[in-house]
């Protein structure tokens, strides 16, 4: 069964520091990873997918197959970045979620 | 852009009571699907569904848990008989295909 991991629940940085969410995987295919973002009080929206490589407001991820990771980078962070960010992997029609990182950008 | 639009934001019953979550996905999606999200806990699946069935459930959608398409655009899900553990963010999803999920802005359960 697939599995995605968020070892850390809480993560916080200051503003221009980089920062790196970390996101690990266990699948037996070829996985489709996504990361989303939720911010206070909205709906999840979907930051990035592994097969479209871009960056979007700055973020970007590369899956390491043989890592089996995916984890979410920014060089400088910024304060409307604190969010709830979760590491998504889809099989078939499911969607399975990471636990969720909580990042904080302070001033 | 279209958004997947969900009703009540809050819903608030009593144990034992049938309660029905609304959805309206984006209108030319295929698929559908229902998540949770209990406070302080991950997303998780709650079942999938496309051309008019499920297409897949997970272990926590048993049978006091239906889904169903009444018309062209509502995606309802119902609880028979809540408990209080079926308190909880529900969230409603649509996607045309390979396309990825959009979200609706959920409605939060209260059993009392």
């Known amino acids: 069964a697939q599995r995605v991991t968020q070892p850390e629940k809480l993560l916080s940085v200051f503003k221009g520091a980089p920062v790196e969410l970390k996101c690990n995987y266990s699948?037996?295919?070829?996985?489709?990873l996504f990361w989303y973002v939720q911010y206070s009080r909205q709906r999840l929206q979907l930051l990035l997918r592994?097969?479209s490589r871009e960056s979007i407001k700055g973020f970007t991820a590369d899956l390491n197959k043989g890592e089996t990771s995916f984890h979410l980078k920014k060089p400088f962070a910024q304060e409307e970045d604190s969010a709830m960010y979760y590491c998504?992997?889809?099989?078939?029609?499911?969607?399975?979620f990471g636990e969720g990182t909580q990042l904080t950008v302070n001033p | 852009e279209p958004e997947v639009t969900q009703t009540p934001s809050h819903q608030v019953t009593q144990m034992g009571q049938e309660v029905i979550l609304r959805c309206v996905p984006i209108?030319?999606?295929?698929?559908f699907y229902w998540y949770r999200q209990i406070l302080g806990q991950k997303v998780e699946f709650l079942v999938s569904?496309?051309?008019?069935?499920?297409?897949?459930k997970s272990e926590i959608f048993d049978d006091q848990f239906s889904v169903e398409r009444p018309d062209g655009s509502n995606f309802t899900l119902k609880i028979r008989s809540t408990k209080l553990e079926d308190s909880a963010m529900y969230f409603c999803?649509?996607?045309?295909?390979?396309?990825?999920?959009?979200f609706g802005n959920g409605t939060r359960l209260t059993v009392t």
């Open positions: 999803a649509s996607t045309g295909g390979n396309s990825p999920l959009h």
């Open positions: 699948y037996s295919g070829s996985p489709e």
């Open positions: 592994h097969i």
């Open positions: 998504a992997l889809r099989k078939n029609s499911r969607l399975t």
């Open positions: 209108s030319n999606h295929l698929y």
């Open positions: 569904f496309y051309n008019n069935e499920i297409s897949e």
